[in-house]
């Protein structure tokens, strides 16, 4: 009965969008997705459905991304959208957007586990995606991946019980 009961509630909080966080890339804990309606501007923290890409499938298979429901069969980002589409972003030793700086964006040469870690190259950001980026100095951002689809956009993250460890 208690498994049931259990059960049950997670399916839906789940269904009203709630999700929790297991990665130090932003706090860890309960959040919940909330509807964007609006374009996705800079500075926006959203949670982000990754395309099933190369890049993404490596990642899956080094362990950066978790099991969850975006295609692919992994968990939605949070990520932070630190530019839009005809936005120039350089990446070298770290990121700068239209020349300024961004904080915190220092690129990894190799993995928590030694792996060879291989920067995105950088440029303009394409018409209908977003270049997204972490402060947690070992995230998986568009520092490696580049850009993604605005299409992929699931919401806003919304803290609801976290704890930045």
């Not at 706090?27 to 996705?40: E, K, N, Q, T």
């Not at 990894?108 to 950088?122: E, F, L, Q, V």
């Not at 977003?130 to 070992?138: I, K, T």
Request: charged share 15%; with cysteine.
């Amino acid at each position: 009965m208690a498994a049931c009961v259990l059960g049950g509630g997670a399916v839906a909080a789940f269904t009203a969008g709630y999700r929790i966080n297991l990665t130090p890339s932003e706090p860890l804990g309960l959040w919940r997705i909330v509807a964007l309606d609006r374009p996705p501007a800079a500075g926006d923290l959203v949670f982000i459905c990754p395309p099933q890409t190369p890049a993404m499938r490596v990642a899956r298979e080094r362990g950066y991304l978790r099991f969850g429901t975006c295609p692919g069969g992994v968990a939605p980002l949070i990520k932070t959208i630190i530019a839009l589409a005809g936005q120039h972003v350089e990446i070298g030793a770290h990121v700068s957007v239209d020349g300024v700086r961004v904080p915190f964006s220092d690129v990894a040469t190799r993995d928590g586990s030694g792996r060879p870690m291989a920067p995105d190259s950088g440029g303009v950001v394409p018409a209908a995606q977003v270049f997204l980026h972490s402060p947690f100095s070992g995230s998986f951002d568009s520092r490696y991946f580049g850009p993604l689809p605005v299409s992929g956009i699931l919401g806003l993250a919304k803290q609801v019980l976290t704890n930045a460890p």
